[in-house]
Structures are given as structure tokens and as C-alpha cells.
């Protein structure tokens, strides 16, 4: 045993016949008596050990001790299962054991190592090492891994040149607020921790060095949101002597390659573009999520002659009249729902939500005694409203 090393990993046996030294975490132990399986798990995957009565009988009652997260080494032959696990990577094969060392015991675990868990957050990550045991969080882990390194193999290939650079800064103007470290040698001042690399990756630039990526530490002193936290990483690049359409190409080329190396998916190129106008008036922001119906519409010249003070005013001061289509959801969206998006709407600066609600045979609409004959009809033809469709209006300054 003294020279055991291992030579796979769990989740790469599949050849039988082949002589193999595996290790890993113990995730299953089935003891039948004249025979065991212990179910072996690295971060590949796991495989199969199988003891029975021609296993050396030492070997078999180690086998046997086993529970749970032990950390064993194993030798053996791989064989074909009589009976095959189509779920499992390694489900056609499983080793048969002649030579076994337990490297590590272990006590029960506060909570099973298994890909789903209801544990609670705080016990997981007072047992990090525990809970990182579990193979969604190490996909997370190695699919930040093949990210980096997709990232630097297309960009090297593109001439760029990796450069780290400082850590520790003097405070410039950012977005947010800067994290500080008070100096040692320099009594009562700070240095700060880098928001971006802007002001060296610009100075690089100048220097010469006109193509720059680095796989960038970002520190923000602000409050979390979906997109941003205090410490996060960002692929950083800078180039000289180029314009618009060069930046597009490279980065398009970029995740189509990334997409292709990391998860097999062929990107076509050139991605779909729109102008920074068209999204502002299709989906209302300037990063829109393009897989979502409910576009706004503009409505401004099909109630131009409402005599509703709503729009008028709105419009009379340069402003839209704008929409939105909910397919599908008068049923969800009561008016009791609708008054709580009213009321949401005002909060954030809107001076009301008109809405039409078709859930019966006819649609109910919040502002119908201002509407001429007719003019709901064209109002819902051109917004391509159906029955049960919720059409949730705002007029406002552009």
C-alpha cells in the first residue's frame, strides 16, 4: 500500500478491464452481506466499489467499517455491471476491489452531502467545506474555472496581454464608495481598494501596451443588487486604435467561443444589435432582457384625440402615451393586483396606471367614458389584445 496513488478520477472509469487506483469521498455504503457497494465520489463524479466473497477477507471487513464522507484510496480492476445505471457517468462499470485504505474517518455530517438539500444557509455555511462537497456548488467552481481560461485563450489568441495590476490605490472617483486600508508607514492615510482598473488600464494605453485583459479583483463600499456586490471579478480589456464595430467583433467573437468551449452551445454571429434609442422605446431600459414579451407601445397617436386630461397633458407637454401587453393574465391580474401595481407605480414617479382588463366578454377599461365610439376597439386592435389580455398604460414626459 505504500505506493497507492491515485491514477483516475471516479467520474472517468468507463473502460473495463483497465487496472485503476481511485479516491474520494464515501457517499453510499449498501452492505448485503456476502457483498458491498460503496458508491465513491470525487469531483468528476462518482463510481462504483464492489467487495465480495473473493475479496481478501481484511479488505471486505474495512469495506464494512465504512460510512458516510470517509476519504478512501482503492484499487481494482474495472468490470461491467450486471446491472446498469443509466443516471450515473460511470453506471456501466464498477470496480472490483483488491487492495483498499482508509485515508481520513469521518463523523456523521450535520446534513447529507446530496445534490438537493432543504438545509438551511446559516448551518451550510458555518460547514462550508461540507457543503462545497456537493456537486452543484463544485459545477459552479469549475465552471468558473473554464470561463477564466476560455477567456484568456481567446484573447491571447487576439494578441492581448494579461497585466495585473495594484491592489492598493490611491482613491479615485468612482461609482461608489471606496474600501480603505489605513497605511502603517503613512500615519493617517489610507490607501483605497481598486472599483475598477480604469485609471491603469488608461495608462497602459498611453504607455503603449494597446491591447490589455486581466481577470480583474473589483472592490464597491455599496449597498448589494441583483448584478453587483462588494467583491466581485470582471474580465477587464482595453484597446488602442480601434472603433466601434472592431469592439463589437471581438466581443462577439468572444462569447461565441466561451459558449462553444464552456457549454458546447454554437453562438450565431453577428449577434442581433439595437441602438441605445430602440431599446429605451421598445423595453424601457438600456440592458433589456430581449427574451420577454410585454414591449411597450407607443399609443401617443391613437389617443392624440381622447379628451382624457391623462394623456392630454402628457402629451401636450412633449410627452408619450406608452403600453403594455400581459398576455394571458386577467386572471392573475385582478383589479385588486392592479391597484397594488398602481400604487407600486406611484412610487417610482409615475402619476398613475391605466389599464384595460379583458377577463369577460367584455374588456373593462379604467378610463372608458372618456373614449369615443369605436376608439377602445382600435386602441386594442393596435396593441394586438386578445380576451384575457391586461394592458397596463402610463402618459408621461419621454
Not at 484597446?239 to 466561451?258: A, H, R
Not at 450565431?268 to 430602440?278: D, G, I, S, V
Amino acid at each position: 500500500m505504500q505506493d497507492l496513488r491515485r491514477t483516475c478520477y471516479c467520474g472517468e472509469v468507463t473502460k473495463a478491464g483497465e487496472t485503476v487506483v481511485v479516491g474520494g469521498f464515501v457517499q453510499k455504503v449498501r452492505n448485503l452481506g456476502n457483498l458491498i457497494f460503496i458508491d465513491l465520489r470525487d469531483r468528476t463524479g462518482i463510481v462504483q466499489l464492489a467487495f465480495n466473497d473473493q475479496t481478501d477477507r481484511a479488505i471486505f471487513e474495512k469495506a464494512a467499517s465504512c460510512h458516510s464522507e470517509y476519504v478512501l484510496l482503492a484499487k481494482g480492476v474495472v468490470a461491467e455491471r450486471s446491472s446498469i445505471n443509466k443516471d450515473m457517468k460511470t453506471g456501466a462499470v464498477e470496480v472490483l476491489v483488491d487492495d483498499l485504505r482508509v485515508l481520513s474517518k469521518a463523523q456523521t455530517p450535520p446534513f447529507a452531502i446530496t445534490d438537493e438539500t432543504k438545509t438551511n444557509e446559516e448551518l451550510r455555511l458555518k460547514y462550508r467545506y461540507l457543503d462545497l462537497r456537493r456537486a452543484p456548488l463544485q459545477h459552479n467552481l469549475m465552471m468558473r474555472h473554464k470561463i477564466a481560461l476560455a477567456a484568456r485563450e481567446y484573447f491571447y489568441a487576439n494578441n492581448f496581454i494579461e497585466i495585473e495590476t495594484p491592489m492598493m490605490m490611491k482613491s479615485t472617483p468612482e461609482g461608489a464608495r471606496d474600501y480603505l486600508i489605513p497605511s502603517r508607514v503613512h500615519n493617517g492615510k489610507f490607501y483605497a481598494l481598486p472599483q475598477s482598473p480604469q485609471i491603469y488600464k488608461q495608462l497602459l494605453m498611453v504607455a503603449g501596451m494597446d491591447r490589455y485583459i486581466q481577470i480583474a479583483r473589483c472592490f464597491r463600499d455599496e449597498d448589494l443588487r441583483a448584478d453587483r456586490q462588494p467583491e466581485f471579478t470582471q474580465i477587464d480589456l482595453e484597446m488602442s486604435f480601434v472603433d466601434v464595430e472592431d469592439i463589437l467583433q471581438l466581443t462577439e467573437g468572444f462569447v461565441k467561443y466561451l459558449f462553444q468551449k464552456v457549454l458546447h452551445m454554437d453562438i450565431t454571429t453577428p449577434l442581433p444589435r439595437m441602438t441605445y434609442q430602440e431599446a429605451m422605446e421598445r423595453y424601457g431600459s438600456d440592458k433589456p432582457d430581449t427574451r420577454f414579451g410585454m414591449e411597450l407601445q407607443d399609443l401617443s397617436d391613437t389617443v392624440k384625440d381622447v379628451d382624457f386630461m391623462v394623456f392630454r397633458s402628457a402629451l401636450e407637454a412633449g410627452g408619450s402615451v406608452r403600453a403594455i401587453v400581459a398576455k394571458n393574465a386577467a386572471s392573475v391580474l385582478t383589479r385588486k393586483e392592479i391597484d397594488k401595481l398602481t400604487e407600486k407605480a406611484k412610487g417610482i414617479g409615475a402619476k398613475g396606471l391605466a389599464f384595460i382588463r379583458w377577463n369577460d366578454e367584455k374588456p373593462t377599461c379604467s378610463f372608458a367614458k372618456f373614449l369615443p365610439e369605436g376608439k377602445l376597439d382600435e386602441i386594442l386592435s393596435h396593441l394586438d389584445c386578445a380576451k384575457g389580455d391586461v394592458v397596463l398604460i402610463v402618459a408621461d414626459k419621454n
